[in-house]
Each structure stands twice: as C-alpha cells, then as structure tokens.
C-alpha cells in the first residue's frame, strides 16, 4: 500500500516561492510509474499541475510552464515540486499522488489510486 504525505506549503507574497514534499510510506520501494502534483481552488475543480514518469519524463499544466519545476529523490522516496514567481491563482491545495500502471504517465490520466492529504499554498498579492 502507497502512503504519500505533503509538507511545504504554506502563505507567501505574490512573486516569492515554495518547494512541496510528497514522501513515501516507509518500506515502500519508491518506484511508481508515474507521480504527480493536483491542485484544487475553493470552488473550482482538481486541476493537474505537474506529472513525472519513472523514466524521468515530465508534463506540466501550461499555466505553471516555466515557473513550477517536478523532481524526485529516490534515495529519500521523496516527490518535490519547487514554485516560483508565484501568482494569486495559485492559492489552492496541492496534493500529491501516484499510479503504478499501466497506462501513461501525464496530468491527463485519470486513474490515480493514491493520494496524500493536502498541503495549503496561499499567495497574497
């Protein structure tokens, strides 16, 4: 069973940045075919953000191109995403989450088993 658990948000000025952490349960072998970063407005739908396949390949919502960076460290079965140049619409909860496959590894697959509880990101202008 995938356990995943966010930290890293938090409240910041328009412009400033954050990193997110998505850590995997312990024992897990952090080796899932795909993992990705959601986000979700009050009053809007769960948005795909960013997505990265274990062959490092990387998708990314076109509102984030160029500010929002996906990594990952094996060694810590850690998932980052590191925000900059934040926006006021980028005030959401971000959550992670994960699929072993089959399938393709993007923000527009819509089959994700697991997922972390949230961490809130709120950006004030």
């Known amino acids: 069973q995938v356990q995943l658990v966010e930290s890293g948000g938090g409240s910041v000025q328009a412009g400033g940045s954050l990193r997110l952490s998505c850590a995997a349960s312990?024992?897990?072998?952090?080796?899932?075919?795909?993992m990705a970063w959601f986000r979700q407005a009050p009053g809007k739908e769960r948005e795909g953000v960013a997505a990265l396949a274990s062959d490092g390949t990387t998708t990314y919502t076109d509102s984030v191109k160029g500010r929002f960076t996906i990594s990952q460290d094996n060694a810590k079965n850690t998932l980052y995403l590191q925000l900059n140049a934040l926006k006021a619409e980028d005030t959401a909860m971000y959550y992670c989450?994960?699929?072993?496959?089959?399938?393709?590894?993007?923000?527009?697959?819509?089959?994700?088993?697991?997922w972390g509880q949230g961490t809130q990101v709120t950006v004030s202008s």
């Open positions: 312990r024992g897990y072998s952090f080796r899932p075919y795909c």
């Open positions: 989450a994960a699929h072993l496959g089959p399938g393709y590894c993007a923000i527009t697959w819509r089959s994700w088993p697991y």
